[in-house]
């Protein structure tokens, strides 16, 4: 399943009311380390389909971006319950993400 492009009209109920983990990319379309991030977090979110993965693009939705405190980009957050449990910032190769993720 490809990663979900959510909105911020769309936040809460694809992200916060999720019944699963939530691993949200805040990214933008000018960020190079976000782009070659996209590939990755793409195939993460094909190749497991026990977490919903989600890209917000902090242009769009600066609210929940300051919301969340995402001051550098690409940002990854999980969610869990509607809650932020886990943070990582910066461009990573595929294992490191799927570490963060605890895969």
Sequence with gaps: MAAIHVTAEHFKDVVLKADKPVLVDFWAQWCGPCQNMGPIVE??????????????????????AREYRVM????????????????????????????????
């Excluded at 242009?59 to 929940?64: E, G, K, L, V």
């Excluded at 550098?72 to 886990?86: A, C, H, M, R, W």
């Design 43 to 64: 195939e993460i979110a094909d190749e497991y389909p026990d977490i919903r993965v989600c890209k917000l693009d902090i242009d769009s939705a600066m609210d929940i």
């Design 72 to 103: 550098s980009i690409p940002t990854f957050l999980i969610f869990e319950n509607g809650e932020v449990v886990k943070r990582t910032v910066g461009e990573q190769t595929k294992q490191e993400l799927l570490t963060f993720v605890g895969k």
